[in-house]
């Protein structure tokens, strides 16, 4: 009796990348003779399950397009996959992982789709077998390739000191309901082309995010940043970082910079620098004959709310000069803002030399001090 040739497809094929296969797994009469009909029936017989039909077309399998990731700072990664089934029957639906460097985790997410999640990077054989329920030897699969890469965590883009109102601050304060402006340079140290923005963001949720900039490379970029900050009063701690790509979606690249943010509804004034006496700054000592004996002393006084406010100089001498105490006038500090308040103090000279040993406070309009600062003038 000639023997009865059978083919089936392997249990375990492969195929190099970008290529996907699709099949069943039926047994397939390839020779017969009429001598050995009985066994050729017993055969036909045992595929169809002992009935007397046709047996179950292999089902059609479609997983879609081979896919590409890239893990996460938390080394996961994640896809769905869209497919589709076409069979006689009711099928049962297996995933599988014919070959990759690590564990996939299948899971489904609904109708004809399906998770899966990787947490090593490398190239991944993914297989979806429908088996028809009637009939185990009726089967037909598909596969993909996933290619998981690496996160870059070196970054492209360095950004620079954090200049909030124009200084290098990470302290503000703000009325209930004002923005937040800062200037942020960020240099391109790679050779990609394309964008980023800056997210603001306060216990992982976003509180701001900026508009897009380029990245072109070997170019730092001055960043303004404005966003709309809708907190409560109270003192936020916020993180500002720079996001490769386009919002709401970016990697993020350097480090983050905190901001500690005061909201309130009261301005907040502060003296900025050293006082300078005719535009000297430190101790001051004048020399015996200069003339006049009138000198200017100026400091910086910076508002960092958002409402206006009254700040004035003063100055307490000893031994005192005539008048004892001289008290600037009261001026107006926009809100953030910063002006320079100017007091113009007068000795009576004297034949020889006198030191006078100056208090210079800058106060409010209540009168609270704000700052003070001592200095030896020696006429």
């Known amino acids: 009796m000639p023997p009865i040739a059978t083919r089936r497809r392997p249990a375990t094929a492969t195929k190099p990348v970008q290529t996907k296969k699709k099949g069943g797994g039926a047994v397939v009469v390839v020779a017969a003779v009429g001598a050995a009909g009985g066994l050729l029936w017993w055969l036909l017989s045992r595929r169809r399950g002992g009935g007397g039909g046709p047996p179950p077309a292999d089902p059609v399998v479609d997983v879609g397009d081979d896919q590409a990731v890239i893990l ?3 080394s996961h990664a994640e896809i769905t996959i869209p497919f589709s089934v076409v069979a006689d029957n009711p099928v049962n639906l297996v995933w599988t992982r014919t070959s990759g460097p690590g564990d996939v985790a299948f899971s489904p ?7 899966a999640e990787f947490q090593t990077p490398g190239t991944y054989f993914l297989r979806l077998t429908a088996i028809d329920t009637t009939d185990s030897s009726a089967q037909g699969f598909d596969e993909l390739v996933v290619t998981v890469n690496e996160l870059l965590l070196e970054p492209i883009l360095v950004p620079g000191e954090l200049k909030v109102d ?13 923005t937040i402006g800062f200037v942020w340079p960020v240099t391109n140290v790679g050779n990609l082309v394309g964008a980023a923005f800056i997210q603001l963001t306060e216990g992982g949720v976003d509180v701001g995010t900026g508009a897009p900039f380029p990245i072109d490379p070997g170019r730092t970029v001055d960043v303004g940043f ?31 910079q905190i901001i500690t943010l005061t909201v309130t509804s009261s301005p907040i004034l502060a003296p ?9 700054s430190g101790p001051i000592s004048i020399g015996p004959g ?8 100026s400091w910086l006084c910076q508002n960092s709310g958002g409402a206006s406010g009254l700040a004035r100089l003063r100055v307490v001498s000893s031994p005192s000069f005539s008048g004892g105490t001289v008290i600037g006038t009261l001026i107006t500090v926009p809100g953030f803002s910063t002006v ?25 309009e209540p009168g609270n001090i704000l700052g003070s600062w001592q200095f030896l003038l020696l006429t």
Do not use: C, K
């Open 272 to 280: 900025v620098g050293l006082p300078t006496i005719n535009g000297i």
């Open 109 to 115: 997410l609904g109708p004809n789709q399906e998770r």
């Open 72 to 74: 996460d700072i938390t």
């Open 290 to 297: 200069i003339r006049p004996n009138i000198f200017p002393i």
């Open 226 to 256: 404005n966003p709309v900050v809708g907190l409560p009063t109270g003192i936020h701690i916020l993180m500002a970082r720079v996001m490769e790509g386009l919002p709401p979606d970016g990697i993020a690249v350097g480090s983050a």
């Open 340 to 364: 320079t308040l100017l007091l113009a103090v007068s000795t009576f000279w004297t034949a020889g030399s006198r030191v006078y040993t100056l208090t210079l406070t800058m106060e409010d």
């Open 166 to 178: 124009g200084f290098a601050s990470y302290t503000l304060t703000r009325q209930l309901g004002d």
